[in-house]
């Protein structure tokens, strides 16, 4: 299986479903996760649940409906669904006998990092919990979000996020301009890239270098990079002052919902200077180089959509390490739980073509 849009994810881990300020008391909403829909509902004492998003009447999407109480509503005929996906009332139900043993799938869900979570296929026991962001969260951090639907594969996205010698790609915005990769591990779960960048005197240069509390009068300085892979999320860090976390939802083979937080150090005496310098490194720098890497991801999906089977060379191990994880991985999930098939049909199908 050479396209690299063949690949899905293992559907056995936590994967975010929204953020939890997106999820108000009595709200719900569709969650799409390789072709299938999902829907997550919180009930009216704030705890989040997690069904199949089809009601087992006649397979209405049930994310239209309302959530009353503790339930979640057909929009069709009313028939209500409890916490666990148990059908609990049909409106006009007035048989003696007690309703018929009904329920739709449900799935684990756990609130953590502003997000909620759910696992798309269920194994026992369940994967350790979701990343934890909590350290950086307040106190001396502060942070913005840059969630996006990107149209390209997850493969085509995670590659990016772990492979910085695209810095070509962004050359006008990009705050570093020389990059070496020190060290490189690699296991069945992970992999860690430690890359060492040097920003000089450009106009994002300086943008970071003031933002990270560097030396101003010094021509060029360096900073650590380290870049992880911790199937199926990736995080990295700059130095000592700046994390970005990416978790990433596949919707389908073109598709891909990521959710971006990224945090950086305040400094002492830089208050005045960051609350100018932020809202132009986010839009004029980050916002700009998000543009890029969505431009180039349906660049690259087409690539492998209409050129699968000719060589790629990549020669950042990094990049290579990051594509055999995420090759290796699905093909254990294929060999232990069965081909794909008609369970997860947006490993196959384009977003506009999946159900
Ligand atoms: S389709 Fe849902 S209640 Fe009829
Ligand atoms: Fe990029």
């Avoid at 669904?81 to 139900?93: C, E, N, T």
């Avoid at 560097?214 to 060029?220: E, F, K, L, N």
Wanted: one cysteine or more; charged letters at 30%; hydrophobic letters at 35%.
């Amino acid at each position: 299986m050479s396209n690299l849009c063949d690949i899905g994810v293992d559907p056995r881990c936590w994967y975010p479903a929204c953020r939890s300020d997106e999820l108000g008391p009595e709200q719900a909403r569709e969650v799409r996760f390789l072709g299938r829909s999902f829907v997550v509902f919180r009930d009216v004492h704030g705890a989040v649940h997690c069904l199949d998003n089809a009601c087992a009447h006649r397979r209405v999407a049930l994310h239209e409906g309302e959530v009353r109480d503790c339930r979640i509503v057909c929009p069709y005929h009313g028939w209500e669904y409890g916490p666990d996906g148990a059908l609990a009332r049909i409106p006009y139900w007035e048989e003696e006998a007690p309703l018929p043993r009904l329920r739709v799938r449900s799935f684990p869900v756990v609130e953590r990092s502003g997000l909620v979570w759910f696992v798309p296929e269920p194994a026992d026991p369940l994967p350790p919990q979701p990343p934890d962001t909590s350290q950086w969260d307040g106190g001396e951090w502060f942070s913005f979000r840059q969630d996006r639907v990107f149209p390209n594969h997850y493969g085509v996205g995670l590659v990016n996020g772990m492979d910085y010698t695209h810095f070509h790609l962004h050359r006008k915005y990009q705050p570093w301009s020389r990059l070496r990769l020190r060290d490189l591990e690699s296991d069945e779960r992970r992999v860690f890239g430690a890359y060492e960048v040097t920003s000089g005197q450009s106009r994002a240069e300086r943008t970071l270098r003031m933002l990270l509390g560097s030396d101003r009068d010094a021509s060029t300085v360096t900073y650590p990079l380290e870049v992880y892979y911790d199937y199926p999320h990736h995080h990295a860090r700059l130095g000592d002052g700046m994390v970005v976390w990416a978790f990433f939802r596949p919707e389908s083979r073109d598709r891909v919902a990521v959710y971006i937080t990224l945090y950086i150090k305040a400094r002492r005496g830089t208050r005045r200077l960051r609350q100018f310098a932020e809202p132009f490194f986010r839009r004029l720098v980050l916002a700009r180089i998000q543009e890029q890497d969505a431009w180039i991801g349906v660049r690259e999906q087409i690539a492998w959509e209409t050129r699968p089977d000719e060589p790629r060379c990549e020669l950042n191990p990094v990049a290579a390490a990051a594509e055999r994880l995420l090759r290796s991985r699905w093909q254990s999930y294929v060999e232990e739980a069965g081909p794909p098939g008609d369970r997860w049909p947006g490993v196959r199908l384009a977003h506009g073509a999946a159900r």
